[in-house]
């Protein structure tokens, strides 16, 4: 088994991780500047410039699917990106990780990312043109509206927003919230999912459609939250639709076929939320690490005392085992398609943001009083980590998946247990 990275991974991972340093982080100051200084829902000035010089050097739209991943509508290539394997992207995507706005910068920012794949591989060339060619080139942004706050939305077959067909429209009728992205006042468009016909199978009543954000009856009802951010200027919404009446054309691939649609879009996009999380983490010990050696307690420094040893210890060794797992599901992905690493993908899922939790936790306890204020952004980074706990699909769910995978191979011992116990009963009763 050879761990070695091929000479293209090594370069797109290098490249970006070059332009971060040389880019990115020397404008930090005035990203925070900013983004915490007058309307907090706008378009970041220091972004916009980033953006253009990373465009120009080639760095840009790194996560659009390879050949392989061509679209459902057509046989035509022109909407492209990079044309980068999952494996390869995942090596990026946690260099960019490693500084909160860096995503935005390479036009690599969700839930764009996974909308835009969506329009790649099930959108019409008409929906193609008006949407994504846009969200490629970074002049607008996008929403994804799929959770609802009156039902358990962790399972979607809940989910009871209305599309109904009226003639040569469909009219939506719904509430949505954890609606990413609907504060940025560039969001143009929703992809919005819900149910055409509730009779159907459990799986074929869900549909995707297509809502400008413009269009009469869509309302942004309030912006939500995190932990007190409100994660301004991206930022996650509650949102009413009211006898939002769009075209038929605006359905995405057909009546009943929504599941098959967020399989498409989910399974990448956790992928892309692991590998950023594993950068985060890095800086969680970064900071952890330069802590305890430069501060004091009990006549020595807080870094030789063993409990500290033990901790930097163990989130090193989680962030390597995190990391190698994530590839492993990248690279299954790349080789035998999404379907084939549903069980990484969902274990993945589960470990990576646990993993930078426990980091982060410990970083902050190293901080102190410090660590818990927005000083050190480490109690931000916490608090936006433990949402991807929730995040396309909440732990319980895919620790299920991963339980019902392993009690699936061990089938058989049901039935050699029944006749086992069968036997001993006959032999008691003699």
């Known amino acids: ?9 090594t370069y797109f991972r290098d490249r970006v991780a070059a332009f971060i340093e040389k880019e990115i982080r020397p404008r930090q ?10 309307e907090r829902w706008k378009v970041i000035p220091v972004i916009e410039e980033v953006k253009e010089i990373a465009r120009a050097q080639g760095l840009w739209n790194f996560f659009m699917p390879p050949h392989s991943g061509q679209s459902h509508v057509d046989d035509t290539f022109e909407f492209e990106g990079t044309q980068l394997t999952n494996l390869e992207y995942a090596l990026c995507a946690e260099e960019m990780g490693k500084v909160g706005w860096a995503s935005e910068c390479f036009n690599c920012s969700a839930p764009d990312t996974g909308n835009m794949e969506v329009f790649h591989r099930y959108g019409t060339r008409e929906q193609k043109e008006q949407w994504l060619r846009p969200l490629m080139d970074g002049t607008i942004r996008s929403a994804f509206l799929m959770t609802e706050p009156a039902v358990a939305s962790s399972d979607a077959t809940n989910i009871e927003t209305r599309i109904e067909r009226d003639g040569d429209h469909y009219v939506i009728n719904g509430r949505k919230w954890w609606s990413s992205g609907v504060g940025d006042p560039r969001c143009k468009v929703a992809i919005v999912m819900g149910k055409t016909d509730p009779e159907a199978k459990r799986h074929a009543q869900q549909s995707q459609i297509l809502v400008p954000m413009d269009t009469p009856g869509v309302r942004i009802e309030r912006m939500l939250s995190v932990y007190g951010y409100d994660h301004a200027p991206h930022g996650h919404g509650e949102v009413v639709l009211e006898n939002v009446r769009v075209p038929v054309e605006n359905l995405l691939l057909g009546e009943g076929r929504g599941f098959e649609i967020a399989q498409g879009r989910l399974g990448p996009g956790r992928i892309h939320h692991c590998m950023r999380t594993i950068g985060v983490a890095e800086t969680g010990l970064e900071a952890m690490a330069k802590r305890l050696q430069s501060r004091v307690a009990f006549g020595k420094r807080i870094s030789d005392h063993s409990i500290w040893e033990m901790r930097v210890a163990r989130a090193r060794i989680d962030i390597e085992m995190t990391r190698l797992l994530c590839l492993k599901a990248a690279d299954m992905m790349d080789r035998a398609g999404n379907k084939s690493a549903q069980q990484e993908i969902a274990m993945i899922k589960v470990q990576a943001p646990t993993m930078a939790l426990q980091i982060f936790d410990d970083a902050i306890q190293a901080h102190g009083g410090g660590g818990v204020s927005d ?6 980074a916490w608090a936006s980590l433990r949402t991807l706990r929730f995040a396309d699909g909440p732990d319980e769910v895919h620790a299920r998946a991963i339980a019902r995978h392993e009690f699936g191979k061990h089938a058989d011992y049901k ?13 008691v009763s003699r």
């Open 29 to 38: 100051h005035l990203y925070h500047e900013q983004s915490h200084s007058g």
């Open 1 to 9: 088994m050879d761990f070695t990275l091929s000479e293209r991974e």
């Open 415 to 427: 039935a050699e247990a029944a006749r086992d116990f069968s036997s001993g009963d006959m032999a």
């Open 375 to 380: 000083d050190f952004h480490l109690a931000h």
